[in-house]
């Protein structure tokens, strides 16, 4: 499946801001004009795809459940 095909509305395009690195996963930090999305991927994905602040890349969100509690 290409990323074109993917729905648009799963899509978010930014920036990185930062990578908080660990030695299995990693958090990675992407400004988007609609706000911080965090992801938590491999340590390893990081440096496949070469990864680091300021590169732009696009988030794609695939989410089956959102929970939402009353604060």
């Keep these: 499946m290409s990323i074109q095909s993917i729905n648009v509305r799963n899509q978010f395009r930014g920036k990185i801001k930062e990578i908080i690195e660990g030695v299995v996963v990693s958090e990675v930090d992407v400004e988007t004009p609609h706000g911080i999305i965090t992801s938590v991927i491999t ?3 990081i440096h496949d795809l070469g990864l680091k602040a300021g590169v732009e890349v696009l988030a794609l ?6 929970s939402i509690a009353k604060v």
Excluded at 61 to 66: D, G, P, R
């Design 43 to 45: 340590t390893r994905s």
């Design 61 to 66: 969100v695939k989410a089956t459940e959102v």
